[in-house]
């Protein structure tokens, strides 16, 4: 079974930062990507930024040259480096981990349980 455990969520002002981590563990495939996801009452979940196996990155237009996302731990751990927060940063912040089983081809992903990010004035 796959968990993935965040921490680093809380409360900051704007222009203040946060630094989230997940880390996962059980028995999963080496090919993977892990990534950040945020969700706001009443709106659809949407991707902050994600780093695939092989270190390439992508970001959301709104958080590119502010938020940072790096893997560690041989590639088990995550974390999220949040700079220059915005009162719009406010949200849920969910790890994900996903890939492709390589014998299927099938997709599969775990989610993390979410911690909360608030941005306030």
């Known amino acids: 079974q796959v968990q993935l455990v965040e921490s680093g969520g809380g409360s900051v002002q704007p222009g203040g930062s946060l630094r989230l981590s997940c880390a996962a563990s059980?028995?999963?495939?080496?090919?993977?990507?892990m990534g950040w996801y945020r969700q706001t009452q009443g709106e659809e979940r949407e991707k902050v930024a994600t780093?695939?196996?092989?270190?390439?990155?992508e970001y959301a237009d709104s958080v590119k040259g502010r938020f940072t996302i790096s893997r560690i731990s041989a590639g088990n751990s995550v974390t999220l480096q949040m700079n220059s927060l915005k009162s719009e940063d406010t949200a849920v912040y969910y790890c994900?981990?996903?890939?492709?089983?390589?014998?299927?081809?099938?997709?599969?992903?775990?989610w993390g349980q979410g911690t909360q990010v608030t941005v306030f004035s």
């Open positions: 059980g028995a999963f495939f080496s090919n993977y990507s």
């Open positions: 780093i695939s196996n092989s270190g390439t990155t």
């Open positions: 994900k981990l996903d890939g492709v089983l390589p014998q299927t081809g099938s997709d599969f992903w775990y």
